[in-house]
């Protein structure tokens, strides 16, 4: 009967620490992006061999599709940082276990169940008086580790995004787009720790 009793215990503990919070709902309604979103982006790239002078861009992004980019030159995006990234979070089946508790923050790890996910764990620093997400420090399955800071105004989306990662110098989070410029990849050697800022205008969410 003491056994039992233990499992019980046990098992209750251990869905207690899993179970979804109340805040996440919240969080989830806070970040949809229900059509689809545009933005004027300003990307600054600070990445150890790689050469590439700060851009200046126009993102439509409408689900389901390809987003479509307009800028010159040379175009290096981040595979991270972007809005979309709050709903690969949110909306997947993950573990919330909660990290720390303290003033108004709180602090989670998200360990992802969906095996097609990109990632495997991100904990997420929640200022929980205006619920929104912080930080996020995110493990990634084969472009290492991202800690990404975000800074907002006075609407629900972020104006400043700030991603600095380590990587190996072949996984490299940038994707590369248009015609060349100034801009070079350049090789380098072992482990890559690089920073890439987005600073956001015009953002609207249809």
């Known amino acids: 009967m003491r056994n039992f009793t233990l499992i019980i215990l046990l098992t209750s503990l251990c869905y ?7 805040l996440a709902k919240d969080l989830i309604k806070r970040y949809e992006i229900k059509n689809g979103f545009k933005a004027v982006v300003d990307i600054t790239i600070d990445v150890p061999g790689i050469i590439a002078p700060q851009k200046t861009i126009e993102v439509y992004s409408q689900k389901g599709k390809a987003p479509k980019i307009k800028g010159e030159g040379l175009i290096l995006l981040p595979k991270k940082g972007f809005v979309e990234q709050f709903s690969d979070l949110l909306t997947i089946p993950v573990h919330w276990i909660l990290l720390e508790n303290k003033g108004n923050f709180q602090v989670y790890k998200l360990v992802s169940l969906d095996p097609k996910s990109d990632w495997v764990t991100a904990d997420l620093k929640i200022y929980t008086k205006d619920l929104r997400i912080d ?12 800690q990404i800071n975000h800074f907002y105004g006075k609407g629900k989306y972020p104006v400043r995004t700030e991603i600095s990662f380590v990587t190996d110098k072949f996984s490299l989070p940038l994707k590369f787009l248009g015609k060349s410029d100034n801009s070079a990849p350049k090789t380098t050697d072992g482990k890559v720790k690089g920073k890439i800022t987005l600073v956001f205008t015009k953002f609207e969410v249809f």
């Not at 207690?16 to 109340?22: E, G, V």
């Not at 930080?135 to 991202?146: D, K, Q, Y």
């Open 16 to 22: 207690s620490s899993f179970a979804q919070p109340d």
């Open 135 to 146: 930080e996020i420090n995110l493990t990634t399955r084969e472009s290492g580790v991202f």
